[in-house]
Nanobody, 115 residues
Framework: QVQLVESGGGLVQPGESLRLSCAAS????????MAWYRQTPGKEREWVGS???????NYGDSVKGRFAISRDNAKNAVYLQMSSLNPEDTAVYYC?????????WGKGTLVTVSS
């Protein structure tokens, strides 16, 4: 069964950095594009960025230049390095993958940016 488990969320002050992790299992990780999304209560889920099997990265406009996605195929893990965080980045962050046309989501990890 495909499983995605996020970790690394927490409380951080504006301007600081945080790294999120996603541990994946149940599929051949190295063949799949992985993505991060985020959601704030009352708002639609927003695409943050993605990384292909060839390590091509793409980002949403709101995080370009501040966030970086990476992957470690030996660990079946994908990461989201977040820098220059501001309160607008406060959200539940979700790991995402499509396997054989089925969409899978992790349960999310909460990031709160506040002074």
């Amino acid at each position: 069964q495909v499983q995605l488990v996020e970790s690394g969320g927490g409380l951080v002050q504006p301007g600081e950095s945080l790294r999120l992790s996603c541990a994946a299992s149940g599929f051949v990780f190295r063949f799949n594009t992985m993505a991060w999304y985020r959601q704030t209560p009352g708002k639609e889920r927003e695409w943050v960025g993605s990384i292909t099997p060839g390590r091509e990265m793409n980002y949403g406009d709101s995080v370009k230049g501040r966030f970086a996605i990476s992957r470690d195929n030996a660990k079946n893990a994908v990461y989201l390095q977040m820098s220059s965080l501001n309160p607008e980045d406060t959200a539940v962050y979700y790991c995402f993958v499509t396997v054989r046309a089925i969409k899978y989501w992790g349960k999310g990890t909460l990031v709160t940016v506040s002074s």
